[in-house]
């Protein structure tokens, strides 16, 4: 059962707030194992309670825990770009082939299509329909509009700011390029 893991992790983050952004992820328990294991690492203990109390008296071990804390984050970065990279890589390789990616042309259809019936059925229905049905298809429309703007950024790139902070990620990390 993960759940331990996860409680146990959750209670060092007073030391390092963004261990609740590495738990909230996909592989929360993966995360939250590979948290325990450097705290219990750094001081030599495994009652978490002691983990907790040598943080709080020696300054040391917590900045070598919080170090460790940027290190999984790092790693964490690296596995995303890494993944974004291959995939539009994959993607530049079909193309090159002359093959079509026809998994990500029915996605961006399927999502396109979806947004317009949506705003169609608003616009010319919505005088009939009560309030809530108004409310549950803005909501799917959203979603199919959220669709369409990760297709786009998967396809043109991504926005700037988050362009610089890939930038940056690489060259802290001693890469060229993402």
Same mark, same amino acid.
């Given at each position: 059962?993960?759940?331990?893991?996860?409680?146990?992790? &959750?209670?060092?983050?007073?030391?390092?707030?963004?261990?609740?952004?590495?738990?909230?992820?996909?592989?929360?328990? !993966?995360?939250?194992?590979?948290?325990?294991?450097?705290?219990?690492?750094?001081?030599?203990?495994? !009652?978490? =309670?002691?983990?907790?109390?040598?943080?709080?008296?020696?300054?040391?071990?917590?900045?070598?825990?919080?170090?460790?804390?940027?290190?999984?984050?790092?790693?964490?970065?690296?596995?995303?770009?890494?993944?974004?990279?291959?995939?539009?890589?994959?993607?530049?390789?079909?193309?090159?082939?002359?093959?079509?990616?026809?998994?990500?042309?029915?996605?961006?259809?399927?999502?396109?299509?979806?947004?317009?019936?949506? &705003?169609?059925? &608003?616009?010319?229905?919505?005088?009939?329909?009560?309030?809530?049905?108004?409310?549950?298809?803005?909501?799917?429309?959203?979603?199919?509009?959220?669709?369409?703007? !990760?297709?786009?950024?998967?396809?043109?790139?991504?926005?700037?700011? =988050?362009?610089?902070? !890939?930038?940056?990620?690489?060259?802290?990390?001693?890469?060229?390029?993402?």
């Amino acid at each position: 059962m993960t759940l331990p893991f996860i409680a146990a992790a &959750l209670s060092l983050a007073e030391f390092a707030p963004s261990i609740i952004r590495l738990i909230s992820g996909d592989k929360k328990a !993966d995360s939250a194992q590979e948290i325990l294991n450097r705290a219990k690492k750094i001081t030599q203990t495994d !009652d978490l =309670s002691s983990i907790s109390q040598i943080f709080r008296e020696n300054p040391q071990m917590l900045m070598d825990f919080q170090h460790s804390i940027l290190e999984i984050e790092k790693e964490c970065e690296l596995a995303y770009l890494e993944d974004r990279k291959d995939a539009r890589e994959r993607d530049a390789h079909f193309i090159k082939l002359g093959h079509r990616n026809y998994r990500g042309d029915i996605m961006v259809v399927s999502a396109a299509l979806g947004l317009i019936s949506c &705003l169609f059925t &608003l616009t010319y229905f919505a005088h009939n329909l009560p309030g809530e049905t108004v409310g549950i298809l803005s909501t799917i429309a959203g979603i199919f509009g959220s669709c369409l703007k !990760d297709a786009y950024a998967f396809e043109f790139g991504s926005s700037r700011g =988050s362009k610089e902070k !890939d930038s940056t990620v690489a060259v802290l990390l001693g890469k060229d390029r993402y």
